[in-house]
């Protein structure tokens, strides 16, 4: 087991051990009962999403400036990452809402604004899909990833003048002590596993360039001279 | 700055002029938003009440899925003779290209808006002659935040390969707060705004064309380029 693997395990163990804490140390809640475990992973979940989308603002700013394919690849990475742990997050607060508030889905302003920032990277990772030329690609991309996030605020802001009902966001200042730090251990065990699978998505996409660059002197080298000075290779 | 202008007059100019030689486009994409209204009757209809309720928000429905297929003919008309290559190679900045074809797009869907809006104060009993001057005010502001991201947006889509359905993807999320803004405030507008909501909706969509014009001139470099 190589280094990367001991990292792999030492996550998984560290979100194991959060979780099995938070159960112990927290008492079932007033009203939720054993409900309220669910945000040992949901809000956890929704910091780290938040934290990937912010490192796709940071690094598609950065491939702008320095053209450095790598900071596209962390982009990627980190943007695919944040949309599965969007995804959970919108998943496990249904899962919350129903037997809480009656209903899978209530168009609040939390809620709502979280689901059209999946669809913003949805949009963003289609983009990356039906892009083939990578340098095209990174660019395309950074400007995309640049302008969805700053379109973060502003639709946060306008579903929230909308409407809301979303109760007051659980940080460990507004939690009875006894679930402070569940929630806080737990934060950052997912974050660990956030990391971990922007590492390895980052890996597999350093691979997956390295294999179309093979492709493309492979494919070259069978044209015959005279096509490629025509086409100014 | 001047020779930036008059660049962008000319990119804006030219696009006009194709699009009015044929009409074929604008045709198509007015007669999208007049059947988009009409189904957006059938389908919540024919209960006045109801129509009226609901004709902010299906006016503005009918405005972006309409529009959305202005976008990406504006690009394509420039990569069928790979006129968008010369027009690159032009030196000097490229935002003119970006401000042209933004101002082509807006008048285009501005067009498309003359007819159509009317048409669905008709349809759906909406008094727009109520508050005549704030509704053209809102439909400016929220139509130049559309058309901005649209024109910015198209650059990328238009080159993929699945740029029909690319662009909507990537285009629609994004205009959430125009859609919201601009249909509360219209709808406010059209039944009297007695809690004087439209202000707040106002300064949302003015903020919104700030940003999203100011980060789409920076970066469309990077979206028109490579």
Not at chain 1, 205 to 211: I, P
Not at chain 2, 19 to 42: D, H, K, Q
Not at chain 2, 101 to 108: D, E, H, T
Request: with cysteine; net charge neutral; aromatic share 12%.
């Amino acid at each position: 087991m190589g280094i990367s693997g001991l990292i792999t395990l030492l996550a998984f163990v560290a979100l194991a051990a959060a979780q099995a804490f938070g159960f112990v140390t927290s008492p079932p809640d007033r009203d939720m009962g054993d409900l309220q475990k669910i945000m040992y992973v949901h809000v956890p979940a929704a910091w780290s999403a938040f934290l990937c989308f912010f490192v796709v603002f940071v690094e598609s700013v950065r491939y702008l400036w320095r053209r450095d394919e790598r900071d596209d690849l962390i982009a990627a990475s980190a943007a695919e990452t944040g949309a599965v742990l969007t995804a959970l997050t919108l998943m496990l607060g249904s899962i919350w809402g129903r037997p809480t508030w009656g209903v899978w889905w209530a168009w609040d302003a939390r809620l709502t604004s979280t689901a059209v920032l999946l669809v913003i990277y949805a949009g963003y990772l289609a983009l990356r899909a039906f892009a083939d030329e990578p340098e095209r690609r990174a660019q395309w991309s950074a400007a995309v990833g640049i302008l969805g996030a700053l379109n973060v605020p502003v639709v946060y802001m306008s579903v929230k003048w909308w409407r809301t009902l979303h109760q007051l966001q659980s940080t460990p200042s507004t939690l009875d002590p006894r679930y402070a730090w569940g929630l806080r251990l737990n934060g950052l065990a997912v974050l660990a596993i956030a990391i971990l699978f922007m590492v390895h998505r980052y890996k597999i996409a350093r691979l997956e360039r390295r294999a179309e660059r093979v492709a493309e002197e492979e494919a070259l080298a069978y044209l015959p001279m005279d096509i490629l000075e025509e086409a100014h290779v | 700055m001047r020779r930036e202008l008059a660049r962008a007059r000319a990119v804006a100019w030219k696009d006009l002029r194709t699009e009015r030689r044929t009409m074929a486009n604008f045709n198509a994409v007015l007669f999208l938003a007049v059947l988009m209204l009409l189904l957006f009757g059938f389908a919540l209809g024919p209960d006045a009440a109801a129509l009226r309720e609901s004709a902010g928000g299906v006016i503005w429905l009918a405005i972006l899925f309409s529009g959305v297929l202005a976008f990406n003919r504006s690009y394509q008309v420039e990569l069928d003779d790979n006129a968008l290559e010369v027009l690159l190679l032009y030196p000097g900045a490229r935002w003119p290209i970006f401000v042209g074809k933004l101002a082509a797009n807006l008048a285009f869907v501005l067009g498309v808006e003359l007819i159509a809006v009317p048409l669905a104060g008709i349809l759906f009993h909406v008094a727009l002659t109520r508050a005549l001057l704030p509704l053209t005010g809102v439909l400016l502001l929220g139509t130049f935040g559309f058309v901005t991201l649209g024109t910015f947006y198209a650059a990328v889509a238009s080159r993929t390969r699945a740029r029909e359905i690319l662009l909507p993807l990537l285009l629609l999320p994004m205009l959430v707060p125009v859609l919201i803004a601009a249909a509360k405030a219209t709808a406010a507008l059209t039944s009297g705004d007695v809690m004087g909501d439209a202000t707040a909706w106002f300064r949302l969509l003015i903020a919104f064309d700030l940003i999203f014009f100011t980060a789409a001139m920076l970066v469309f470099d990077a979206a028109i380029g490579g």
